[in-house]
Nanobody, 126 residues
Framework: QVQLVESGGGSVQAGGSLRLSCVAS????????IGWFRQAPGKEREGVAA????????YYADSVKGRFTVSQDNAKNTVYLQMNSLKPEDTAMYYC???????????????????WGQGTQVTVSS
């Protein structure tokens, strides 16, 4: 089992920045990839970024490319999502997710992930 806890959400004005954290515990050695997802009210869950833990490859949705950066601190079992130049349309609940020791072929697809955090709210005002 893997447990994930997100933090760092909040309310900011457009153009501002936030850094989200995702701390993993449990069988963390089994994690190949951490994904970041968001879901706004009435919308489907969207994959925004992902990071392969061992290889270091990262992936981004077009909607956040150039503004969001994912990084990791393996010593702290933590993955970060740095969000810059935030826009009102970035407002959503943000979740991190981990795979279950599996090959991840579509790192921005929710079906690839077995473990999910409880989410942290990000609100961007214009």
């Amino acid at each position: 089992q893997v447990q994930l806890v997100e933090s760092g959400g909040g309310s900011v004005q457009a153009g501002g920045s936030l850094r989200l954290s995702c701390v993993a515990s449990g069988y963390t050695y089994s994690i190949n990839c951490i994904g970041w997802f968001r879901q706004a009210p009435g919308k489907e869950r969207e994959g925004v970024a992902a990071s392969f833990i061992r290889g270091g490859s990262t992936y981004y949705a077009d909607s956040v490319k150039g503004r969001f950066t994912v990084s990791q601190d393996n010593a702290k079992n933590t993955v970060y999502l740095q969000m810059n130049s935030l826009k009102p349309e970035d407002t959503a609940m943000y979740y991190c997710a981990a795979d279950r020791d599996s090959w991840v072929g579509a790192p921005l697809a929710a079906f690839e992930y077995a473990y999910w955090g409880q989410g942290t709210q990000v609100t961007v005002s214009s």
